[in-house]
């Protein structure tokens, strides 16, 4: 509290339910209630800012309960009724909202925010560890157009952040704020005993592609296991990975219970319509639901106490958020149990085989990257529309700024005045160029298409995927069928059906090189970094069978390339290393792209990612290299950094990937090592024998392992930002012709 009154940067970096909220409502409650009166009759404010609605919300209760009514707290977001939202700007105190509306709604409108910026005494950052790679990149640049905005109304508000447990969390909060930082990571607080279960589904009757043996889906495992749990009355939440996993597992579970307890089992996931978000937390929050299917949203720090157990099927990503996930149990002090269950992918069953991985390694360093151009570009535009730039502004946007504004001075966005500031030129406002969350565009509406009635949303990167015509769409426990993907107005009619099969998207992807920065020999082979455009096209789709996952069919889809330019990392091996490692040119093919699946999977250990922020692409002998070469590279506009931390990682990481193939009990690959389940090629080829002795000939010549600082370096990008544009999805496959 003292830290937070004297004006610094604090980060509270300590486990869930450890009273982070407490530590920073202290403050600026205190601060709010002293009756200190602002230049403009106004008392002192503050601003709260959240990565997700639902916390925002949580911690709006929160601080009605602490505070008497003359602290107004109120909430600002896209929920927030047009009729509220000017008694919000003139009258509340503290402000709850998260980093979109900041940038989209508080800073372009500031004039109108003027005696609540004035009076700014605090800006809260909760769950701040979750703004990493692109998305935290953003939010870092949305922060520093909040400081430039609140100094021109002559208030300078302390930064006060929260973040789950996380390396060196002094220096994530400053690549955040751009601010110096202190951190607090005594963490006191009183914890009940844990049981922590690492659990393999096993193997089914079912063969899958190419005759691999199939495992019990995780989610089929998780649902069997909440089943279990609310039978007991046991107070349970299900962590899924996919907004389709939370309405399966839920599904699931209701169908195996029956009535009545099946009516307290439900799914919590993006996309629902605000109604239906408050009253499942509303639910959740009095005990009337004992299951509750959910994706990361109820990860970060909304209040769940009372909960008995967290399931989580499949690893979150991060070791950070498994510990978030599985503190979310246990909040009262009672015991409490967490279960990994793992998916039938090369990093869960590495992880449930070497639990030493999760229990014995430390949590990871939050990666983002503020001064990637794809980034700082747009924000640049959005900061001179809002106030003009000044050399003054140079320094707080980071050494990126100086060399970018000529570049949007030639591509028409800024114009510089005799008086050396430069000024936002269109007449369209310059904030909704930028896609803080790296959806790729406006998110699709979801319409039913006999009734015109709006069932939900879905980002626009994924919806070449998910909602192209033909797809199966599941929506609060029914099913439904794309009857057509209308691209131009980005809205998918859907209508009610039963079909007894899934789809899965088939996409093509090609790759080419547009600049070097770093190559490191290894042996004859060879490492190397640097700046990729990648091309990824969805071509049509698979039906698969419900029940055993088979296919049952393959429809031809005609939707447009989407093109993205971003940070990748690769490696190259020479005709001699294949001879060595008795390769021939007909398994080659085979081996790369084994190779290149299991690398993806693995990279998450390394960086703080998933799975699906990431893509990859192997080639047997690709124009740009002259070479046999395997890509994985970031699936953002400009990079996040992952691609950077496995290059600086990568003798660790290849040596992991290659021990999860090895050690993997299949014959031929199956999905626990080499199978991707986004793979836009059907998973072929694949030769799981050939792509470890590819490893091993790779791993011959790598250098002697260095622990690498936690701290990435800059990613340069190309000079010249394309600016905000669709990015295409990640995938897994081969390009054309593999």
């Given at each position: 509290m003292n830290l937070a009154k004297s004006g610094q940067t604090v980060v509270i970096a300590t486990g869930t339910a450890s009273g982070k909220s407490l530590g920073y409502l202290a403050p600026v409650l205190s601060d709010l209630l002293d009756g200190t009166e602002a230049r403009n009759g106004r008392g002192a404010t503050a601003l709260y800012l959240a990565p997700t609605k639902a916390l925002a919300a949580d911690q709006r209760r929160r601080a009605a309960e602490l505070a008497p009514p003359r602290v107004r707290a109120a909430l600002y977001d896209g929920d927030t009724p047009p009729e509220e939202r000017e008694w919000v700007r003139q009258y509340a105190s503290y402000v709850l909202t998260n980093p979109d509306m900041l940038h989209r709604g508080i800073l372009p409108g500031h004039a109108r925010w003027s005696s609540f910026l004035k009076a700014l005494r605090y800006v809260v950052v909760d769950e701040c560890h979750s703004y990493r790679g692109v998305f935290g990149s953003h939010v870092a640049q949305v922060l520093r157009r909040l400081r430039r905005v609140c100094a021109r109304y002559g208030s300078s508000p302390a930064f006060l952040l929260a973040s789950a447990t996380t390396a060196d969390p002094a220096a994530t909060a400053r690549r955040l704020t751009g601010l110096p930082a202190v951190a607090v990571t005594e963490d006191a607080s009183p914890r009940g005993p844990m049981v922590f279960g690492l659990w393999e589904p096993p193997l089914t009757e079912n063969v899958g592609e190419h005759g691999a043996p199939v495992r019990r889906t995780a989610t089929a495992e998780a649902a069997h296991l909440l089943t279990d749990l609310v039978e007991r009355e046991t107070r349970t939440v299900v962590f899924v990975r996919s907004r389709r996993a939370a309405e399966l597992v839920a599904l699931q579970t209701q169908d195996q219970l029956g009535r009545p307890l099946a009516g307290r089992v439900a799914a919590y996931r993006g996309g629902y319509l605000a109604d239906e978000r408050r009253a499942l937390e509303r639910d959740l929050h009095s005990g009337r639901l004992l299951g509750l299917a959910s994706t990361s949203a109820l990860e970060l720090g909304v209040d769940i106490s009372g909960l008995d157990a967290v399931l989580m099927a499949g690893y979150p990503g991060t070791r950070a958020s498994l510990w978030q996930q599985a503190g979310r149990a246990g909040r009262e002090a009672q015991g409490a149990l967490a279960v990994l269950i793992a998916r039938d992918d090369p990093l869960d069953t590495y992880l449930v085989h070497h639990p030493e991985a999760l229990f014995a390694a430390p949590v990871e360093a939050t990666v983002l990257d503020p001064d990637n151009p794809h980034v700082l570009a747009p924000h640049l535009c959005a900061a001179a529309a809002e106030l003009p730039l000044t050399e003054d502004d140079l320094e707080l946007f980071g050494p990126s700024t100086a060399p970018l504004l000529p570049v949007l001075e030639r591509r028409g966005l800024l114009r510089r005045r005799s008086d050396g500031s430069w000024y936002w030129t269109r007449r369209e406002r310059a904030a909704d160029a930028v896609d803080l969350r790296g959806s790729g565009g406006n998110p699709v509406q979801i319409v039913e298409a006999d009734t015109g009635r709006l069932l939900g949303t879905v980002d626009a990167a994924a919806a070449h995927t998910t909602v192209h015509t033909g797809a199966v769409h599941l929506h609060q426990g029914r099913t439904y069928l794309v009857r057509e993907f209308d691209l131009e107005n980005s809205v998918a009619l859907v209508e009610p059906a039963d079909p007894p099969y899934t789809t899965a998207a088939r996409d093509i992807t090609s790759i080419s090189v547009l600049d070097t920065d770093t190559t490191v020999d290894w042996g004859e082979g060879r490492l190397s970094f640097g700046s990729v455009e990648v091309v990824n096209q969805v071509v049509g789709y698979l039906r698969k069978r419900i029940s055993t996952?088979?296919?049952?069919?393959?429809?031809?889809?005609?939707?447009?390339?989407?093109?993205?330019?971003?940070?990748?990392?690769?490696?190259?091996?020479?005709?001699?290393?294949?001879?060595?490692?008795?390769?021939?040119?007909?398994?080659?093919?085979?081996?790369?792209?084994?190779?290149?699946?299991?690398?993806?999977?693995?990279?998450?250990?390394?960086?703080?990612?998933?799975?699906?922020?990431?893509?990859?692409?192997?080639?047997?002998?690709?124009?740009?290299?002259?070479?046999?070469?395997?890509?994985?590279?970031?699936?953002?506009?400009?990079?996040?950094?992952?691609a950077e931390r496995g290059f600086q990682r990568a003798v660790q990481w290849l040596t992991a990937t290659r021990t999860a193939i090895a050690s993997c009990e299949c014959e031929r690959g199956c999905p626990s090592c080499v199978q991707s389940p986004k793979c836009g090629n059907g998973n072929d080829p694949l030769d799981k024998a050939a792509a470890v002795r590819l490893l091993d000939v790779l791993l011959a010549g790598a250098p002697e392992a260095t622990d690498e600082p936690d701290e990435p370096g800059r990613s340069d990008g190309p000079e010249g930002p394309e600016g905000p544009g669709a990015a295409a999805g990640p995938d897994g496959g081969a390009p054309v012709g593999s």
């Open positions: 996952g088979e296919i049952m069919g393959e429809t031809k889809l005609d939707l447009p390339p989407r093109t993205l330019r971003t940070r990748a990392v690769w490696w190259t091996v020479t005709e001699d290393q294949l001879l060595d490692a008795d390769i021939p040119p007909d398994q080659l093919p085979g081996a790369a792209h084994a190779a290149e699946h299991a690398s993806i999977g693995l990279l998450p250990l390394f960086a703080t990612c998933d799975r699906w922020d990431i893509g990859g692409v192997s080639v047997p002998l690709h124009p740009d290299t002259g070479l046999p070469t395997v890509f994985v590279y970031d699936g953002h506009p400009g990079g996040a950094g992952f």
